[in-house]
């Protein structure tokens, strides 16, 4: 499977911001749609935002203007910045693979998730 590390959480307060980072490695022949989901504790996984590889974006509602999806793809790489974060936000942040291009088969996977924490 392609390998995702997440990086970039932490312990904010409400009106700060973060950027998540997210690193693809291996099957260096594909080429991946990428973007994040979440899971507050309690509740179940929601999707939070995803960038296709004509550059499109989409964002559930409720980080719409305050989150920007963007990507790198000499690195491989996905960043999720979030301003004006919100208690609302505090979840834990999964980065994933939506669709892989290439040659051959491209797996895709979750990563391990990063913390977001944000305080009143």
């Known amino acids: 499977q392609v390998q995702l590390v997440e990086s970039g959480g932490g312990s904010v307060q409400a009106g700060e911001s973060l950027r998540l980072s997210c690193e693809a490695s291996?099957?260096?022949?594909?080429?991946?749609?990428m973007g994040w989901y979440r899971q507050a504790p309690g509740k179940e996984r929601e999707f939070v935002s995803v960038?296709?590889?004509?550059?499109?974006?989409q964002y559930t509602d409720s980080v719409k203007g305050r989150f920007t999806i963007s990507q790198d793809n000499a690195k491989r790489t996905v960043y999720l910045q979030m301003n004006n974060l919100k208690p609302e936000d505090t979840a834990m942040y999964y980065c994933?693979?939506?669709?892989?291009?290439?040659?051959?088969?491209?797996?895709?996977?979750w990563g391990q998730g990063t913390q977001v924490t944000v305080s009143s």
């Open positions: 960038l296709d590889g004509d550059g499109r974006t």
């Open positions: 994933r693979t939506f669709r892989g291009y290439g040659p051959r088969s491209c797996p895709l996977n």
């Open positions: 291996g099957y260096t022949y594909c080429t991946y749609d």
